[in-house]
Nanobody, 125 residues
């Protein structure tokens, strides 16, 4: 049974930083591409970032480029999302997810096979 468990969320003031973690069990983590998504209140879930199997490739939505960094440690079966210069509009529940293949469009939710339960990030102004 594949499980993804996010942690590291919380409340922070605008301009602050948080680092999310996603611990994966029940599968060979290094065989999967990892993505991060978020869902703000009243909005649809949106893609944030993705990283390939050995971290050779990354992808970000424009609104987080230069502020967020996705990374992974395959030896620890853990993925990360470092979030700096946080803004109130970053407030959302953040989810990690796994998929097999890297593609031109990493934002397609149905391409992801496994999902975590999410962790809340709240940025106050």
């Amino acid at each position: 049974q594949v499980q993804l468990v996010e942690s590291g969320g919380g409340e922070v003031q605008a301009g602050g930083s948080l680092k999310l973690s996603c611990v994966v069990s029940g599968c060979t983590f290094s065989s999967y591409v990892m993505g991060w998504f978020r869902q703000a209140p009243g909005k649809e879930r949106e893609f944030v970032a993705a990283i390939s199997w050995s971290a050779g490739s990354t992808d970000y939505i424009d609104s987080v480029k230069g502020r967020f960094t996705i990374s992974r440690d395959n030896a620890k079966n853990t993925g990360y999302l470092q979030m700096n210069s946080l803004k109130p509009e970053d407030t959302a529940v953040y989810y990690c997810a796994l998929r097999r293949l890297w593609a031109r469009r990493m934002a397609v939710e149905r391409a992801y096979d496994y999902w975590g339960q999410g962790t809340q990030v709240t940025v106050s102004s």
